[in-house]
T-cell receptor, first 117, second 114 residues
Framework: EAGVTQFPSHSVIEKGQTVTLRCDPISGHDNLYWYRRVMGKEIKFLLHFVKESKQDESGMPNNRFLAERTGGTYSTLKVQPAELEDSGVYFC???????????????FGPGTRLTVL | AQSVTQLGSHVSVSEGALVLLRCNYSSSVPPYLFWYVQYPNQGLQLLLKYTSAATLVKGINGFEAEFKKSETSFHLTKPSAHMSDAAEYFCAVTRPFGNEKLTFGTGTRLTIIP
């Protein structure tokens, strides 16, 4: 069974440009999460999809970030325009199982390292 | 609000020695607790989790952790370190009800000395 995949693995862009990150969850997983780790700090929650619906987007930093999950399969996270403080590693995770069961494991992808110059 | 504190951003132990990675949590409700490990160029992998059953939890690769409510701790241990244990370790907490998000500590990078 394939794990969670993320693309690209690295992205270097200039301030003001746009970047789109992609996450492919484990097949059949309805729950998809985005997290971010800024250098030297903790991994922080950004948002949670259940199928194609945003269940919780309380961690999204501002309106420069737009997440979508059309069709309830893969998800994209767009940053437009990118700022220096957006640099970090963006992780995606997916979870199957019963809705709301927090004992289920969230499976993480390898992350996308974003550098904004 | 919930939070996690991992004492020691870097820990070094000799091969064969005890591994002890510290995690303290803060939570207004009984928490669920997790340890994840990240090997180079890989995603976070679940080592073990506490979900209000046995307080001593055994995970993969010989790791275990004990939930101590009185100390608000969930320290990770392994009796004998192996070179392959070199990685970054993250402690995380979530609530049994409400928001599903994981709240992570800042991580501890474990180095194994040959």
């Amino acid at each position: 069974e394939a794990g969670v995949t993320q693309f690209p693995s690295h992205s270097v862009i200039e301030k003001g440009q746009t970047v789109t990150l992609r996450c492919d969850p484990i097949s059949g997983h309805d729950n998809l999460y985005w997290y971010r780790r800024v250098m030297g700090k903790e991994i922080k929650f950004l948002l949670h999809f259940v199928k194609e619906s945003k269940q919780d987007e309380s961690g999204m930093p501002n309106n420069r970030f737009l997440a979508e999950r059309t069709g309830g399969t893969y998800s994209t996270l767009k940053v437009q325009p990118a700022e220096l403080e957006d640099s970090g590693v963006y992780f995606c995770a997916s979870r199957g199982g019963v809705a709301g069961d927090r004992t289920d494991t969230q499976y993480f992808g390898p992350g996308t390292r974003l550098t904004v110059l | 609000a919930q939070s996690v504190t991992q004492l020691g951003s870097h820990v070094s132990v000799s091969e064969g020695a005890l591994v002890l990675l510290r995690c303290n949590y803060s939570s207004s409700v009984p928490p669920y607790l997790f340890w994840y490990v990240q090997y180079p160029n890989q995603g976070l992998q679940l080592l073990l989790k506490y979900t209000s059953a046995a307080t001593l939890v055994k995970g993969i690769n010989g790791f275990e952790a004990e939930f101590k409510k009185s100390e608000t701790s969930f320290h990770l241990t392994k009796p004998s370190a192996h070179m392959s244990d070199a990685a970054e370790y993250f402690c995380a907490v979530t609530r049994p009800f409400g928001n599903e998000k994981l709240t992570f500590g800042t991580g501890t990078r474990l180095t194994i000395i040959p």
